[in-house]
């Protein structure tokens, strides 16, 4: 996206990188957490950061519905606005990366190109996408805020609401660096498998 403003600079700070390590002790990245409504992605963060802080490790969750209340409050659930919504977030995530905190996201992010992009923004390294994996049934049983309910009596009347794995389309991720089937995994073995990943790929630092 080109940007709007003119005569603006980008100010480096007088902090570096391996200065915050051990304050943070972790290595910095955005935990990407991807999947359909009602499959675990906030309970899962949630606990995940309570986790990390409980070890002494910086973290941070950025919640979809969070996001909406305010940085994104003017954008809506079309695929343009969900496409806006994900680069924002890029764009908070990779500030927050710079801070040095272990940044975990938790969005439908239903479309493959706009992680990709976010991806992109961010260094080899920084970026972990997690698919939080439940078959739709599943999460139709829960829908703990009736979504499913009111996509499905609005499609039936004809309207529709582009409510993702209703009437709008959610793209699984193809390679994600690790993989949730909530089908069978409860919050305490996500966070587990969480925690492993992130000590075997060396994000933890300090003792």
């Given at each position: 996206?080109?940007?709007?403003?003119?005569?603006?600079?980008?100010?480096?700070?007088?902090?570096?990188?391996?200065?915050?390590?051990?304050?943070?002790?972790?290595?910095?990245?955005?935990?990407?957490?991807?999947?359909?409504?009602?499959?675990?992605?906030?309970?899962?963060?949630?606990?995940?950061?309570?986790?990390?802080?409980?070890?002494?490790?910086?973290?941070?969750?950025?919640?979809?519905?969070?996001?909406?209340?305010?940085?994104?409050?003017?954008?809506?659930?079309?695929?343009?606005?969900?496409?806006?919504?994900?680069?924002?977030?890029?764009?908070?995530?990779?500030?927050?990366?710079?801070?040095?905190?272990?940044?975990?996201?938790?969005?439908?992010?239903p479309f493959r190109a706009d992680r990709d992009a976010v991806r992109a923004l961010l260094r080899p390294g920084e970026f972990i996408e997690v698919f939080v994996d439940?078959?739709?049934?599943?999460?139709?049983?829960?829908?703990?805020?009736?979504?499913?309910?009111?996509?499905?009596?609005?499609?039936?009347?004809?309207?529709?609401?582009?409510?993702?794995?209703?009437?709008?389309?959610?793209?699984?991720?193809?390679?994600?660096?690790?993989?949730?089937?909530?089908?069978?995994?409860?919050?305490?073995?996500?966070?587990?498998?969480?925690?492993?990943?992130?000590?075997?790929?060396?994000?933890?630092?300090?003792?």
């Open positions: 996206m080109t940007s709007k403003a003119t005569n603006i600079v980008w100010h480096g700070g007088h902090v570096e990188p391996a200065e915050r390590l051990g304050l943070s002790r972790v290595r910095p990245a955005v935990l990407w957490m991807t999947g359909l409504s009602g499959s675990g992605k906030s309970t899962v963060a949630m606990a995940l950061e309570k986790a990390l802080v409980n070890d002494r490790r910086m973290a941070f969750v950025l919640d979809g519905d969070n996001v909406r209340h305010g940085l994104n409050r003017n954008l809506g659930f079309s695929a343009e606005d969900r496409t806006e919504n994900i680069r924002r977030i890029g764009e908070v995530a990779k500030l927050f990366v710079s801070a040095g905190l272990m940044t975990i996201t938790s969005f439908i992010s439940a078959p739709l049934e599943m999460c139709e049983s829960r829908d703990p805020k009736g979504l499913y309910k009111k996509a499905r009596s609005s499609l039936a009347s004809g309207k529709g609401l582009e409510f993702t794995g209703i009437d709008s389309p959610y793209e699984p991720p193809l390679h994600p660096e690790v993989h949730l089937r909530t089908e069978q995994m409860d919050v305490n073995a996500c966070v587990n498998a969480l925690m492993a990943y992130l000590s075997g790929a060396g994000y933890f630092t300090g003792i």
